[in-house]
């Protein structure tokens, strides 16, 4: 499956952002889907989940309360709503697939990702 993300942009602190992340293939909808980040200098690490089957969520602690994962699968979408953003969530922000239909957090369960989309958060 192909993925594109897109909705990055430069906010000022305390801005929101959402992104998207379009899928190719209509499988998109029996597909728990997942948002990682990577900041400059720094391992790619999970950010949020939603499962496919169930809509059951699940976040880093850094992120919980400030970022909404959601998707419709209509239009084969998950989206990241990014509330009070802060500076340290500077990252190319990643959309990806799991090979679990069950909750996951872990990088390698995942196995199709998108291009990456640029958040830059100023102070």
């Known amino acids: 499956v192909q993925l594109q993300a897109s909705g990055g942009g430069l906010v000022q602190a305390g801005g929101s952002l959402r992104l998207s992340c379009t899928a190719s293939e209509r499988t998109f909808s029996r597909s728990t889907m997942g948002w990682f980040r990577q900041a400059p200098g720094k391992e790619r690490e999970f950010v949020a989940t939603?499962?496919?089957?169930?809509?059951?969520?699940h976040y880093v602690d850094s992120v919980r309360g400030r970022f909404t994962i959601s998707r419709d699968n209509a239009r084969n979408t998950v989206y990241l709503q990014m509330n009070s953003l802060k500076p340290e969530d500077t990252a190319v922000y990643y959309c990806?697939?799991?090979?679990?239909?069950?909750?996951?957090?872990?990088?390698?369960?995942?196995?199709?990702w998108g291009q990456g989309t640029l958040v830059t958060v100023s102070s």
């Open positions: 939603i499962t496919w089957n169930t809509g059951r969520t």
């Open positions: 990806a697939r799991s090979k679990l239909d069950s909750i996951t957090t872990i990088r390698r369960n995942f196995d199709s």
